[in-house]
Each structure stands twice: as structure tokens, then as C-alpha cells.
């Protein structure tokens, strides 16, 4: 017997050895850094407790889109209001509905014939109800593909279409877990404030989301067996979960950073800094694809994880921008950085292939930049103009300009300062329509050859290098045709048009402003605020378009008469509404936020608004001025009632 354990002894130890040889050879000798993929939002979780029990099919429904704030380990908590096989089954795309706080749970109809998925081994897939709330139709939500496209235009705004179909009839019954029939259609129903896409920008929309979701009883308790595709959440925990973080890209012909509000999971907090990195490496949103180049290119990745270091900076290693100019090299700087500076107060290292991204700098702060958002900044020596009385005057001295303009000559209607303040374009009306003059400021300006009925007021594009002239000016013509002023090669003011093909099924034109970095155009149409991109044909440059239009606050901003730029992503907007006269909005349109109106007589008849500096107003007295949003407006030292304010730009 002992021989017999001393040979199974012998045996063990030699299986061992050869299991631990066999090990070591399968070793590398070296293995080459990698960026290992980034921990999931919000992992690890604990175990997500079921539902309390008893619960009728419109509280869990209720519950459910409640849960579905928390993305933790896969929507876990959502998840747990699911059937058995629908826990396993769905795979929600990276679509967010975000709809009002207030939004019911209504019941519907509840599909006929349809198989009995309570238990998880049931070999056929519950049908989406229909509008009918029959069974079958367009697919089950728990398989469903990822629906992620983000394009532009009216399609966004109205948000992925498996969440608005129309509610089925109502059913007067309302079933609790133990009564009732075995399955239950419930409809959420609510505003839809918008949504956001798969590249983390948000999208507006004003149309009323009605999202049929099917029921059956599983063990005695109701659940939830054909989930929706994409998640739904409401808007103040949209705003609890997402951290708002604008990532920065360049315009296509300056040195200017641009920002491209994007929207990441905010916990944990860790993790911040790896996923705007992704943003940035990802390129920019699809609202403003073309309008704006990408530095980092391509073909840049990370080499390894984004980390703190021991001595505590943050660690960014670049990987495919070796062949980056010099210049490139200093703009990514400048957007990595910028872009973290939300997230993070640590020092940025910024690494290209193991070593400095730029020689002899390594570490960053955003204070050490250039101030690249001056080319889009009007000089704080100019204080706008303002036009009263067909004259055009300062706005800060209150004396009429030098030349033609500001004599009284042009009986101007309306005109636009140039960003670097040289140049004058002007709105000149007569008896056969409006016209349009363009020139140095100062001098006598050029007439136009546009035949138009009426123009908006010119707005400026920033010239490509800083100190040198702009060389392209806009307006709309009769509402409709989107106009692109530029010299020709004898230095004569030319029009051609724009493409707005996007834009005019939307209505008329009545204000265009260019933004002061050249990438998005903000227009008034139809009494909306709408906001496009500025994309021009990468071969000619001169061959123009604006591309995915968005309404911001479609339901609340109806009625707007004026609108600009108060900083590169944000705008301020003059209504006719008497309790609601001046509104700043951002350019995602999540909210909408209001001026105090002390001292404001409705309509308001003009505003303008530049970074840095009050914005100024015109109402049916004259010119009002205010720093912040609970500001009482106070007069402005230029008083005429006719009055109508305009900032460089």
C-alpha cells in the first residue's frame, strides 16, 4: 500500500513539473504596452434587489424608466424589472430619451395570442405590440440591432422612432398581480425633450413621446418581456447622471478652438478624463461633421490607459501623431487640454509615442495656452455700433461714424460690423427692395448686385488670419435665399448662394448670425431658433452649406424676433412675450434659461451679446443693458428710441 501512494506521489510531482514548464514556455519574454479597455460606467455594482412585490403593471413601468437613470453594470438596476429571459436577451443601444419630469403611465391593450414567455426557456421571441396593441409587427426590443445613427437634420430631432409610436386604445381595467388578464400593454406618454446620440451630443426635439411597453405575469408578479431599445430617462436625471463636458475641435481655416457640447456618464468621477479622451480621439459630433477639423486626425489612439502618475499628473499617451507639424502639435495640446479642463485640475502630461508631445514640454495646465479663442473675440476697443434714424453711431460715444453711413447717406436699415472692426456692411432700402453695401468702415461702400425684396442684417465671418481683413459677409435675401458675399478677383463685393436646401422646408428666414469662429450659423425661422453648421466643400472652399439644423426649444421659444452669439456655445435671444422678453439658450437646446424683465416693455426690437461684455437690448423705449441672468436691466447711456445695438461680428 505504501508503494502504491509513493508511486501516485512520484506521478503528482511530475505532472506538476511538467504543467509549470509547460506554463513558463507559453510566456513572452516582453509584451508591448496597450490600452486595455476603460472600466464600464459605474462598475462594480452589488447585487440589484428585485422589485418590491405586489406592484401593478403602471407603477413598474414607472419604476422601470425611474431605474433606467442608473447605467451601473449594464442598467442593471433597470434590468431587474425585466422577465427572466428579457434580462438576458436585451441589449439597449447607446440612444438616451430624454423626456419630461411629468409623463404618465397609461394602460393599453393587451396583445392577443401571443406565446407564454414566463419561463426563461420559452423558444419563441415576444412580438413588439403594434399600435393596435396586436402582437408581431417590427421586432422585439430584447434582440434589438443598435440603432445608432446620429446623422443631422430633421431625423434627429425627432428622436428614434421605436420609442414614439402612437399609444393603443386604453383599457378600462387596471390589473394588479394577482387579478386581471396574464399580459398588460402600458404606454408611457411625456414631452420629449430630446436625445442623446451615440457620439454623446444631444439632440433636441419637441415631438410627444407615446412608448408601448408589454407585460406578463412571471411568478405571480408582473414584468416587463419586450424592453424598448433605446433607454428612456427623464430630464432632471439626465442632468444627474450625464456631466456636461464641451470637447474641442478647430475651424477649418484658423486657429480657433471650437467646442462640441458632449455629454458623458458622470460616475464615476475617475473615469472622467478616459472618456473625454475617447470624445476627443472619436472626432467631432454629427452636428458639426465638416464644419470643424480634428487635430488629432485619424489614425491617433492610445498607446495605454489615460492614468494619474505618482506624482500626480494626469497621464495622456498618444499614439499615431508622430508625423504631426509642429502646429498641429501645439493645437492638440490645446484641445486635449481644454477639453479636460471640466473634468480634471491636474497637470496634463501629453505623451506622443512614450516621449513629449511637444520637446522640452511635457506637463500642462490650461493656463499656458494661447489664447486661441481671441480671433473669435471682437477687440475690447471696439464697443459696437448701433444704427437709429438710418445713421450708424457708436455705441459707445453715441456719435455718428465717419464716411457715407454714419452721415445719414445709405438711410441705413441695418448693418454689421466686421470681427476686426475694418469693415462696414449695410442694409440700404428703397422703393425697387433692399440693398446691400459692403466696404472698408469709414469709407463709401460698395453696392451689391442683389435683387432682393428685403435682406437680413449682414453678419461677418472672421477673417483666416488675425490683423487681416474678413473676406466673406452673409444675408438672407426674401427669406428664402441664404446669400455668401465675397470679393472677386478684381476686389468687387459678389453674391452667390448658399446651399439651405436643410432649412427651407423649416419656414422664412428672418435673422442669420454667423457664429464669431465661422463653424455654426444661428437663424430665426419662423419664429424658432434654429442653429446648422457652417460645412464647406473641401476641394473649392468657396462652395457652401448648412448642414443638420436644430430647433432649440421648438415648444417654449416661438416668437423670437433677434438672436446672438453671447459666447461660442450659447445664445441670447429677444421674443415679442411679455413675460419672457430676453432668453439665453445653449446651442444643444437642453434648456432654456430667462433675463429678468424688470424694466422691459414688450416687443423687444434687437439684442446683441459678444464674450466678456453685457448684453445689450432694444425694447419699444430704447436700449437696455444687463451683465448675468438676474440682472435688473439698466438703461444705457445711448437712449434713442429707434435704436438698434450691434456687437463686431
Known amino acids: 500500500m505504501n508503494g502504491m501512494f509513493g508511486r501516485a506521489r512520484t506521478a503528482l510531482v511530475m505532472l506538476v513539473s511538467a504543467a509549470l514548464t509547460a ?56 434590468r431587474a424589472y425585466l422577465s427572466q429571459r428579457a434580462r438576458q436577451q436585451w441589449h439597449p443601444d447607446q440612444n438616451v430619451a430624454v423626456i419630461e419630469d411629468e409623463f404618465s403611465t397609461v394602460y393599453g391593450q393587451a396583445a392577443p395570442d401571443v406565446p407564454d414567455t414566463s419561463a426563461p426557456d420559452t423558444d419563441a421571441e415576444t412580438p413588439r405590440p403594434t399600435e393596435d396593441g396586436d402582437g408581431g409587427g417590427n ?12 446623422g443631422g437634420g430633421d431625423n434627429d430631432a425627432a428622436g428614434p422612432q421605436e420609442t414614439t409610436r402612437p399609444a393603443p386604445p386604453q383599457q378600462t381595467s387596471e390589473p394588479t398581480a394577482t387579478s386581471g388578464p396574464p399580459e398588460q400593454v402600458v404606454t408611457v406618454r411625456g414631452g420629449h425633450v430630446g436625445r442623446l446620440g451615440v457620439d454623446g451630443a444631444f439632440i433636441p426635439s419637441d415631438e410627444p413621446v407615446a412608448q408601448s411597453i408589454l407585460l406578463r405575469q412571471e411568478e405571480g408578479e408582473w414584468r416587463i418581456v419586450d424592453p424598448p431599445r433605446s433607454i428612456t430617462i427623464t430630464a432632471s436625471d439626465f442632468e444627474e447622471t450625464y456631466f456636461r463636458v464641451p470637447v474641442y475641435f478647430t475651424a477649418p481655416e484658423a486657429n480657433v478652438l471650437v467646442p462640441d457640447v458632449r455629454y458623458v ?59 504631426r507639424s509642429q502646429q498641429d502639435r501645439e493645437l492638440i495640446a490645446a484641445q486635449v487640454v481644454r477639453s479636460l479642463q471640466t473634468v480634471t485640475t491636474a497637470r496634463v502630461r501629453l505623451l506622443s509615442d512614450g516621449g513629449p508631445l511637444i520637446d522640452g514640454h511635457a506637463d500642462w495646465r490650461p493656463g499656458e495656452l494661447p489664447a486661441y479663442e481671441a480671433a473669435a473675440t471682437p477687440s475690447s476697443d471696439l464697443p459696437g ?130 457664429s464669431r469662429d465661422g463653424t455654426r ?38 416668437d423670437a424676433v433677434a438672436l446672438d452669439w ?69 438703461p444705457h447711456d445711448q437712449r434713442s428710441p429707434s435704436a438698434v445695438p450691434f456687437y463686431p461680428g
Not at 421586432?139 to 446620429?150: L, V
Not at 468621477?269 to 487635430?295: E, F, I, K, Y
Not at 466696404?439 to 453696392?447: M, S, V
Not at 419664429?527 to 457652417?534: C, E, R, S
Open 521 to 558: 450659423a444661428a437663424m430665426i425661422v419662423g419664429g424658432k431658433v434654429v442653429v446648422a453648421a457652417v460645412v464647406r466643400d473641401s476641394d473649392s472652399r468657396t462652395s457652401v452649406s448648412l448642414r443638420a439644423p436644430r430647433v432649440l426649444q421648438g415648444d417654449d421659444v416661438s
Open 139 to 150: 421586432g422585439g426590443g430584447g434582440n434589438g440591432s443598435d440603432n445608432g445613427d446620429d
Open 385 to 514: 455700433l448701433m444704427v437709429a434714424d438710418g445713421r450708424v453711431y457708436s455705441l459707445g460715444s453715441g456719435a455718428p461714424i465717419e464716411g457715407p453711413a454714419g452721415a445719414g447717406q445709405y438711410r441705413v436699415r441695418s448693418a454689421a460690423q466686421s470681427l476686426g472692426g475694418d469693415q462696414l456692411a449695410v442694409v440700404e432700402p428703397r422703393r425697387d427692395g433692399a440693398h446691400l453695401r459692403v466696404g472698408n468702415y469709414g469709407d463709401a461702400l460698395q453696392e451689391v448686385d442683389v435683387d432682393a425684396e428685403s435682406l437680413t442684417r449682414p453678419t461677418w465671418f472672421p477673417s483666416t488670419t488675425r490683423g487681416e481683413p474678413s473676406r466673406e459677409v452673409w444675408t438672407v435675401s426674401g427669406g428664402e435665399r441664404v446669400l455668401q458675399v465675397v470679393p472677386d478677383g478684381d476686389g468687387r463685393w459678389v453674391a452667390q448662394s448658399v446651399n439651405s436646401a436643410e432649412i427651407s422646408p423649416m419656414g422664412d428666414i428672418t435673422e442669420l448670425r454667423v
Open 265 to 323: 456618464v458622470a460616475r464615476p468621477q475617475s473615469g472622467l478624463p478616459a472618456r473625454v479622451v475617447d470624445l476627443l480621439l472619436s472626432g467631432p459630433s454629427s452636428g458639426l461633421t465638416g464644419a470643424v477639423r480634428n487635430p488629432l486626425g485619424d489614425t491617433a489612439s492610445l498607446e495605454t490607459n489615460v492614468t494619474t502618475t505618482r506624482d500626480g499628473a494626469l497621464s495622456v499617451p498618444l499614439t499615431g501623431v508622430g508625423d
Open 566 to 634: 453671447h459666447s461660442q456655445d450659447t445664445l441670447v435671444v429677444a421674443t415679442r412675450s411679455e413675460s419672457r422678453p430676453v432668453l439665453r439658450v445653449p446651442i444643444d437646446g437642453l434648456r432654456v434659461d430667462q433675463f429678468n424683465s424688470s424694466n422691459l416693455i414688450a416687443p423687444m426690437r434687437g439684442i446683441t451679446a459678444a464674450p466678456g461684455r453685457p448684453t445689450v437690448v432694444a425694447d419699444s423705449t430704447g436700449l437696455w443693458t444687463a451683465s448675468d441672468l438676474g440682472d435688473v436691466w439698466r
Open 23 to 78: 506554463g513558463c514556455a507559453a510566456i513572452p519574454a516582453e509584451s508591448h504596452p496597450e490600452a486595455l479597455p476603460q472600466q464600464r460606467p459605474g462598475q462594480p455594482t452589488d447585487a440589484v434587489p428585485e422589485p418590491a412585490p405586489g406592484l401593478d403593471p403602471l407603477t413598474l413601468v414607472r419604476e422601470f424608466v425611474e431605474a433606467s437613470a442608473e447605467p451601473a453594470a449594464d442598467y442593471a438596476a433597470a
